[in-house]
């Protein structure tokens, strides 16, 4: 059974980083994709960044690209999302998913989902 485990949120200030991780385990990875999602508080679930397994290939949205890198470690099994700059608007629950393939920016697309981590970030 795959299970996906987030940590590493929190509370932090406008301008400060966080550095997310998302433990994988129950299967091997290596032919997956996996992404981060985050959902702010009245709003739809968003794409932010993903990764392919195999060759670390990603894929990140505008509102973040320059800002938060995504990467992963095969030996821990582990996908890690490290934002910068962070602003008010990132604050969210932030999921971890895994999908076959490649990296995908449609939830829809994503089989696996972790149980979020909040990150707030006060102005």
């Known amino acids: 059974q795959v299970q996906l485990v987030e940590s590493g949120g929190g509370s932090v200030q406008a301008g400060g980083s966080l550095r997310l991780s998302c433990v994988a385990s129950g299967r091997t990875f290596s032919s997956y994709a996996m992404g981060w999602f985050r959902q702010a508080p009245g709003k739809e679930r968003e794409f932010v960044a993903a990764?392919?397994?195999?060759?670390?290939?990603?894929k990140y949205a505008d509102s973040v690209k320059d800002r938060f890198t995504i990467s992963r470690d095969s030996t821990k099994n582990t996908v890690s999302l490290q934002m910068n700059s962070l602003k008010p608007e990132d604050t969210a629950v932030y999921y971890c998913a895994a999908r076959q393939g490649t990296p995908s920016m449609r939830q829809r697309e994503y089989d696996f989902w972790g149980q979020g981590t909040q990150v707030t970030v006060s102005s």
């Open positions: 990764i392919r397994w195999s060759d670390g290939y990603t």
